[in-house]
Structures are given as structure tokens and as C-alpha cells.
């Protein structure tokens, strides 16, 4: 599969991603892997018709938060709805520096290196980054993946055939603070506050190993 993309003529930020997970070796340590927290700021729901107002993201390593590990990019608007801006409140012409949809792609793709990600509905956070990768004619972001929602599922002893927990739910459920709520970096830090606090609860009943992580991620691809 990797090969595959290697064949093709891509340019060279999309080359360094797919070598950056071919040569990961760290993948069977748990305590070694980086993993990145990631949220987006969007127009809306809309896969194919919305866009990424902002991508935010902060590490863990080694079951610690690195703030100092994190990312933040602002996207121009090419499409623009008034609705959401009362959620997130990027306006349009706003203070913010944002760069354009390719600028911002690129920037996040040589921060998140041999990263693992993990999102909260991550299904969600990367079609929009995977089609936002299409318009430039590369992609889809093959890192591993895994969803605060599904490992919570997984270890959850109450409302165990709900499908879906918001993540003011989780917050609630596991005690984290919601600041700067709807906010990409805002939502990503509390991310990784929750998925620190399932990991740490997931490993007093299992061997804590990615390849059990990843397991819960039963309707990632559904």
C-alpha cells in the first residue's frame, strides 16, 4: 500500500508523511509513541461543501501533555457561513493570521510526522482534513487513528449501546475541565485530558498496548 503511493508523482511534503510512517519503529513501545490531539473548526458538517476554519493540536508522550508540543493554523475562508460563527467565532475578516487551505495542510502534516492521532468523533476531523488533502491532489492521511468516543465505549459500564458521546459528556463523565470550548487548540487539549484519563482507567482492567487502542475503534471506518 505504501509502495503505492511512492509510485506516484506527489510533491515533496506528501513523500516525507508516507516515509515518516513507513520507517516508524516506535509503534511497539507504548511509552514512545507520540501521539497528537486534534481538533477543527469548521464552516459545518457538510463533507464535501463546508471547509476547515482552523486545525488545533497538542502531543502526548509518555501518558504526559506537551503544551509546548502543539499546533495552531488559521485557514482563509473560501466559504462562508454566519451560523457557525456564533459556535466558534472566527469571522471572516477576522485578527487572526490565517494562510491558505495548501499552507495550512502542509504545516500540519510536518508537525504531526509518525504521530498517532486521536480525535474525539475522529471520523469526522479527518474526511474534512483528507478532502481539504484531496483539493490538492494528495492524500488521505494514512496515520493511525483513534477515537476518544470508541475507547470511552469500550471500558464504559453504563449507557454501553450509546453510539455516540459528545465531548461535554466525557468531559462530565471523567472530570475535565471545558476551557476554551470550541476552539480547535481549546477542544484538542481537552482531548488529550480525556484520553489520559481513559487510558489511565483502561489499563486497570487490560495490558495498555496500542493494538488493543486501536481495537476499539470498531465504527472508525463505518
Given at each position: ?40 473548526e ?26 509546548s ?52 468523533h ?47 459528556e ?53
Amino acid at each position: 500500500m505504501l509502495n503505492f503511493f511512492k509510485r506516484k508523482k506527489y510533491p515533496e511534503f506528501w513523500k516525507k508523511h508516507i516515509d515518516a510512517i513507513e520507517n516508524c519503529k516506535k509503534y511497539s513501545n507504548y511509552e514512545s509513541i507520540r501521539f497528537v490531539c486534534l481538533d477543527t473548526e469548521t464552516t459545518g458538517f457538510d463533507y464535501e461543501n463546508d471547509r476547515i476554519l482552523c486545525i488545533g493540536a497538542v502531543a502526548i508522550k509518555n501518558n504526559k501533555i506537551l503544551v509546548s508540543d502543539s499546533f495552531e493554523v488559521y485557514i482563509q475562508q473560501e466559504v462562508f457561513n454566519k451560523e457557525t460563527v456564533k459556535i466558534h467565532g472566527i469571522r471572516r475578516y477576522g485578527n487572526e493570521v490565517k494562510v491558505t487551505e495548501e499552507e495550512a495542510l502542509i504545516s500540519f502534516l510536518e508537525y504531526l510526522d509518525d504521530a498517532i492521532i486521536i480525535a474525539h468523533h475522529t471520523k469526522f476531523d479527518m474526511t474534512m482534513i483528507n478532502n481539504a488533502l484531496k483539493r490538492i491532489h494528495v492524500g488521505p492521511i494514512i496515520s493511525k487513528q483513534l477515537d476518544t468516543n470508541y475507547i470511552h465505549k469500550k471500558i464504559a459500564t453504563e449507557n454501553q449501546f450509546k453510539k455516540l458521546f459528545s465531548l461535554d459528556e466525557l468531559g462530565a463523565i471523567y472530570n475535565v475541565k471545558m476551557h476554551d470550548r470550541h476552539t480547535a487548540l481549546g477542544d484538542a487539549l481537552i482531548t488529550a485530558y480525556i484520553f489520559l484519563k481513559l487510558t489511565y482507567k483502561y489499563k486497570k482492567n487490560n495490558v495498555l498496548n496500542l493494538t488493543e487502542l486501536i481495537n476499539t475503534n470498531y465504527y472508525l471506518n463505518k
